[in-house]
């Protein structure tokens, strides 16, 4: 575990179109990531979600933050960047970014875009949940 007393801020990504085991599990490997933590979850946008996935997600960007706000587990939500994926990073100052297994857009040069700005970050992936199961698309398919 990182850090000591210190509550440590720690930021994680998603569409979160709907959630399942495998989002909890997300979210509770990246708590874990401090002995004290304060989760802050970024919704990705709209546009931002089509442009990676090439679709649409089913639930508005207000939906999709309300579903997530209600989970226990969850100290923050706040919607991601329109162009510029950096400034609600910035504002929002974590310690740590968690990133999923699965996550490849917009990392290549994360770490190294923030220290640009000044913002120093651990950036740590995480591990899958039963990959092969939840994923969203793939849960989709089974109903």
């Known amino acids: ?3 000591e007393n210190k509550q440590k801020k720690i930021m994680v990504f998603g569409t979160f179109d709907g959630l399942h085991e495998g989002h909890l ?3 509770k ?12 979850v970024s919704i990705a946008r709209r546009n931002n979600v089509i442009k990676i996935k090439g ?7 207000k939906k999709r933050m309300n579903l997530v706000k209600k989970c ?27 990133l999923g ?3 490849t857009h917009y990392v290549k040069n994360l770490e190294k875009d923030l220290k640009k700005k000044g913002l120093l970050v651990k950036i740590i992936r995480l591990k899958p949940y ?14």
């Not at 679709?55 to 960007?61: A, F, Q, T, V, W």
């Not at 923050?76 to 970014?97: A, D």
């Not at 092969?132 to 089974?142: A, E, S, V």
């Open 55 to 61: 679709k649409s997600p089913i639930l508005n960007e």
């Open 101 to 103: 297994y699965d996550q």
């Open 130 to 143: 039963k990959k092969n199961i939840f994923k969203n698309h793939l849960l989709r398919q089974k109903v």
């Open 29 to 40: 490997q990246a708590k874990n990531l401090a002995k004290i933590s304060f989760l802050i």
């Open 25 to 27: 599990n997300f979210f």
């Open 1 to 3: 575990m990182l850090g």
């Open 72 to 98: 226990k587990l969850v100290d923050k939500v706040v919607l991601s960047g329109i162009k510029n994926y950096l400034g609600h990073i910035i504002k929002e100052r974590p310690n740590i970014i968690a």
